[in-house]
Structures are given as structure tokens and as C-alpha cells.
């Protein structure tokens, strides 16, 4: 992962490849954003002219090069667009300082250093900036022949090594708050750029025993409790829907658990991930089109375990669990069928009525586990429904939960960390459409709806009286499209960032 490092020093005397400005898009043209004072003044205070003549605009996530001014080290200058230019005494929005580090770090690929001369008015936006830095820089190489020892690494799509180290110009190394932002930003975009990985692993690589086996090696590393349930366990439990999914692949499934515990917690989280690592939707073909990206769907697993490691690294004070559902939903002769009838971990019965709706079930297992050991609250992450994507596109995610206060704190902590999300409701009416003639109730509802449907059947397998967040991310987990800011393509870490920034708000006993 990229280096970071925070330095006073002056932009002109730095030695790097490349000196990161940005540029404020205003009413009369571009204006450059503080922080790069000391290369406008190189410029003769014409920087702004100069890239308004080469086309630059300050649009968010442009990128525009030029020749350093004479007497600097670095030989480019890289101006990064910000966006609208805030009001007058108002700083610029966090999350478009940390689109504009991403972009400008991806456009950096192949160089050594680059110095970000971003505006920082605090230790926060530092953070915001570093976490911008470390999440555009990344790149997934393990399968290319190029990326070996002996050839040179490729990243980003562009055939370059990601960039190697950054200084971020107006922080202060001595002060302990830009320190520790500095620090929080590295573990969890560490920790977040590993779910990416995980995501981007083909399926033949990664299937339930592989992911268990990466989570047992990430815990002990980070002195995190695991305990993995295997095919036989799972059946001596009575796991129905984990069994029921995974019938149909020679890859048994497994129920992995994850328990950070810190001496000084209060409250206690559980996050439930829907972990199938390969999802050809079962007897219920999914049509030609639709199986290509299918590797993503343990995206939520991925975004649990990380945000599980996150929370151990960063030394949170609250206790979080983790539980990653892991199958792979395959059609052969021991499939479950349509029709067929799931006993689940709950005791409650499940009429199959499409195999392709097989996420729910896997995460009814999961959260029940969760309840019987009672936490304050839990939250589920998965690509549950095309529904959603529907809904809210493919760069927002849902929410929906059984507590209209607690629904809101989630989504203030998904705003607080720059994932674009959206409350949802869970009507009641909709629950009609679920009840079967043969079972407890069935795994389909009402077409029109869909993610809303999925949502009130997961509701069925949470404790009384505990406290429960839904996140639909079939949106923007994995992007099909070129990267954007900080965002890749290919597998993008959705809701790590959420989950932490819900458990940082619990540890410190403001979350709602």
C-alpha cells in the first residue's frame, strides 16, 4: 500500500515526482484552493489563468498536468478538480477533498512520490485525504503475468505500478490528532482495500473453505477470536439455509465468526455478511448477461470481515462480532429445487419458492446466531436484491431497519464516511405477499418492491426486542464502469467505511 507521510515542508524545495493542487471550480472560471499558495506564487499568481487555458475547469475529478514552475524540484504539477468552490469562510466538503486525492493519486500511478499540497484546515481533513490517497491508489494484480517480480508491476489499468509514497504537505508529523488520522486512515483503508481484494478474486480461488481460511489468518494476526463451522457442524446446528444454498456445490459451505472484545466496551455490535462467493442463482438459472460479475456477491462478507479487523486495529472500545455466511450457490442433482421446504437455524420453515433468492436465506442462519447472543444492536450487509439497484442506481446503497432512530444514526455514519446511502422503509403490507400454503413462509414475495420484500424476511430471523439494520449494496459494491475519485473498478469496499464509523459512534456512545 502507498506510504504516507505528513511534512512541512515547502512545495517549491520538496523532491518528488509531482506536487498535487487543487482547483475550486468558481463562478468566473477555476481558482486555486488553498494550500498550494506557494506554487500559484511561482506562477506569478496566474496558476488559475494558466489552467483555465489548458481547459481545466475545477470540476470534480478532473486532472490537469502541467511543467512545474523554474526552481522546483518536482518537475510536474498535477491540479485535481474540487468541485464548486464553497462559500466564503466555509472549508471544503470532506468527501471532495478525499475524490479529489483518489483521482489524483490514480493519475500518479507508476511515479515513486508525489507531495499533496490539498487544503488542510485540521487533523480531519488529513485523514480525509490520506484515506483518498490509499483508496485511489489501488490496484488488483494478483492474476497478471506482468505483475510477477521479474516484469514490471501493472495497476490501475494504465500498465504502472500504483504510486509509491505520499507526503501530504501542511500536516504536522508532531501533532498526536493528525497523527492518529493519519494512523485510522491507514488501517482502514488497509482493511478496506483487502475486501476489495476479496471481491475481485475469481470464484475457482475463493470459495467458502478459501474465505474461512483468510479470516482464520487475519484474526490471529490481529488477535481476533474465529471459530468456522463446517459442513458438519452446520448440520449437527440445524443451519437449514446455509445448508440449503450450498447443496448444490462441491464446495461445502461454512459459518465463520469473528469476535473482537475490548476491556473497555459498553456495548456490543454484530454484523451479519451474505457471503456467497460464486452465484449462478441454483436451479433458478440466472440468464446469459447476468453471471459474469457474480464473484461479488460475498461482498457483504467481505465488507464485515473487514470492518471486524478495522475495528481490532484501530483498538475500538466496544465489542464487535462478526459473521460472514459463506456458500456457493450452484445447480447440480443435490441442489435445493423450487418448492423445496428449509428448515432454518431459527426453527422456522422456509418455501423455496427461487433458488436465486438465496442471499436472504444464508443471512436468516447468520442473524439468528447473531440474537441468541443478545448485542445491543446488528447490522446485515449485502447484494441482496436488483431490486435496490433499481431503486437507487449503482452508487447507493439502502437502508432499511425495525427502529426508525437507529435507521437514521446508520445513515449518518454512512454519510460521515462518504458512502452515499439512502433510508428505506419496510412496509407492512408486503408481508402478505410472503406467506405459503406449506411453510413458516416463503423466501418470495411481491415482484414490485423487491428490495423492501427482502428486507421484512430478514426481519423475520432477528431477536425480539433487538435493535436491526438492513444494508442493501447490490448497487454500488461492485463497479462494471471506469473508476471515479477513489473508486475502482471492479470491487469497491462498500459500507467497511459505514461499519466502522457505526462502531466508532457506539464506542463513544453517540450513536442515536
Known amino acids: 500500500m502507498t506510504a504516507l507521510t505528513l511534512s512541512t515542508a515547502a512545495a517549491p524545495g520538496l523532491r518528488a515526482d509531482a506536487i498535487v493542487i487543487g482547483v475550486a471550480k468558481g463562478a468566473n472560471g477555476p481558482s486555486v484552493a488553498p494550500g498550494a499558495e506557494a506554487v500559484d506564487k511561482a506562477y506569478d499568481g496566474r496558476l488559475a489563468g494558466v489552467l483555465e487555458t489548458l481547459g481545466a475547469s475545477g470540476a470534480e475529478g478532473e486532472v490537469t498536468k502541467l511543467p512545474a514552475p523554474s526552481g522546483f524540484k518536482a518537475p510536474v504539477v498535477v491540479a485535481v478538480g474540487l468541485g464548486a468552490e464553497p462559500e466564503k469562510d466555509a472549508g471544503f466538503d470532506a468527501e471532495a477533498l478525499r475524490r479529489a486525492a483518489g483521482a489524483a493519486a490514480r493519475a500518479l500511478a507508476g511515479a515513486k512520490k508525489a507531495a499533496f499540497a490539498l487544503p488542510l484546515t485540521d487533523a480531519a481533513d488529513a485523514g480525509v485525504v490520506a484515506e483518498g490517497v490509499l483508496l485511489g491508489a489501488y490496484s488488483f494484480d494478483a492474476y497478471k503475468e506482468s505483475a510477477k517480480e521479474t516484469k514490471p508491476a501493472k495497476g490501475n489499468g494504465n500498465g504502472k505500478a500504483p504510486l509509491a509514497e505520499a507526503a501530504l504537505l501542511g500536516g504536522k508529523p508532531r501533532d498526536k490528532a493528525y497523527k492518529a488520522a493519519i494512523e485510522r486512515a491507514a488501517a482502514v483503508a488497509e482493511e478496506l482495500n483487502r475486501a476489495r481484494d476479496l471481491v475481485n478474486t475469481p470464484p475457482n480461488d475463493l470459495n467458502p473453505e478459501a474465505f474461512a481460511a483468510v479470516a482464520q489468518a487475519a484474526a ?17 446446528g440445524g443451519y437449514g439455509g446455509i445448508l440449503g444454498v450450498g447443496a ?8 465463520v465468526k469473528l469476535s473482537y472484545t475490548s476491556p473497555k466496551a459498553k456495548k456490543s455490535l454484530a454484523f451479519v ?59 447440480s442433482g443435490s441442489a435445493t429445487r423450487p418448492g423445496d421446504v428449509l428448515r432454518m437455524y431459527s426453527g422456522k420453515t422456509v418455501e423455496v419458492l427461487n433458488t436465486d433468492a438465496e442471499g436472504r436465506l444464508v443471512l436468516a442462519d447468520a442473524l439468528w446466531a447473531a440474537s441468541l447472543e443478545k448485542p445491543d444492536a446488528i447490522i446485515d450487509v449485502a447484494t441482496l436484491t436488483g431490486a435496490m439497484m433499481l431503486a437507487l442506481g449503482s452508487r447507493t446503497y439502502g437502508i432499511m431497519a425495525n427502529d426508525d432512530a437507529f435507521r437514521s444514526a446508520v445513515h449518518e455514519a454512512a454519510e460521515e464516511s462518504g458512502e452515499p446511502a439512502w433510508p428505506m422503509p419496510l412496509p407492512e403490507h ?38 436491526w439494520a438492513h444494508l442493501d449494496i447490490a448497487g454500488p459494491a461492485f463497479n462494471e464502469g471506469g473508476p471515479f475519485g477513489y473508486t475502482p473498478k471492479g470491487g469497491t469496499g462498500t459500507a467497511v467505511r459505514t461499519l466502522v464509523r457505526v462502531a466508532e459512534r457506539v464506542a463513544l456512545g453517540d450513536l442515536g
Request: include cysteine; charged fraction near 20%; aromatic fraction near 4%.
Open 220 to 236: 490471529k494476526e490481529h488477535g481476533i477470536k474465529v471459530q468456522v463451522l463446517d459442513e458438519k457442524a452446520l448440520t449437527k
Open 248 to 255: 448444490g456445490s462441491a464446495s461445502g459451505p461454512r459459518l
Open 273 to 331: 455478511g451474505k457471503g456467497i462467493t460464486y452465484d449462478s442463482g441454483g436451479i433458478s438459472l440466472k440468464p446469459a448477461g447476468h453471471n459474469e460479475t457474480m464473484k461479488c456477491d460475498m461482498a457483504g462478507a467481505a465488507a464485515v470481515f473487514a470492518a471486524v479487523v478495522a475495528a481490532a486495529r484501530l483498538g475500538l472500545e466496544v465489542n464487535v462480532t462478526g459473521w460472514l455466511a459463506l456458500a456457493e450457490n450452484m445447480p
Open 430 to 467: 408486503l408481508r402478505k405477499g410472503m406467506d405459503s400454503p406449506t411453510a413458516d413462509i416463503a423466501n418470495m414475495g411481491e415482484r414490485m418492491g423487491g428490495g423492501l420484500v427482502a428486507g421484512l424476511f430478514l426481519r423475520e430471523f432477528v431477536g425480539e426486542g433487538i435493535t
